[in-house]
C-alpha cells in the first residue's frame, strides 16, 4: 500500500469524490484508510454507568485505499506514487517530478 498515516489525500472515486484530508489510520492487510472528514458515519453511543452519557457521534469510516491518491500540496493535484531505492534505502517519489515525498 503506497498510502501511509500523516500523508494527505484525496477522493479519487465514492461519494466524498474530489474531498481533500489527512490520512488517521491506515490498515495494510485490509487494504483501508481512514480520512479525516470523509466517509462519515452516525453511531449511537449508549451510557455507560459513570463515565458518558447517551449522545449520537459522528465518526470516519475506513474506504478502500484504492479511492484515494496522494494529494501534492505544491501542484495542488493528486499524484502517483512510485519508488526509488539504491541500497538499503526505500523512497517514495512522485512519479512525474521524481521529487521524495517522505
Known amino acids: 500500500m ?17 474531498a481533500t484530508g489527512k490520512v488517521l489510520r491506515a490498515y495494510p492487510k485490509d487494504n483501508r484508510v481512514i480520512v479525516e472528514g470523509v466517509n462519515v458515519q ?3 453511543q449508549k451510557q455507560t454507568r459513570k463515565i458518558q452519557e447517551a449522545q449520537i457521534m459522528h465518526v470516519e469510516g475506513p474506504i478502500d485505499a484504492s479511492n484515494v491518491m496522494l494529494y501534492d500540496t505544491k501542484a495542488k493535484k493528486a499524484v502517483k506514487v512510485g ?16 521529487e521524495k515525498i517522505d
Do not use: L, P, Q, W
Not at 4 to 11: E, M, S
Not at 83 to 98: A, H, L, M, Q, S
Open 42 to 44: 452516525t453511531k449511537h
Open 2 to 18: 503506497r498510502i501511509k498515516t500523516g500523508d494527505t489525500v484525496v477522493v479519487i472515486a465514492g461519494k466524498d469524490k474530489g
Open 83 to 98: 519508488y526509488k531505492g539504491t541500497g538499503k534505502e526505500k523512497v517514495r517519489v512522485n512519479r512525474k517530478t521524481g
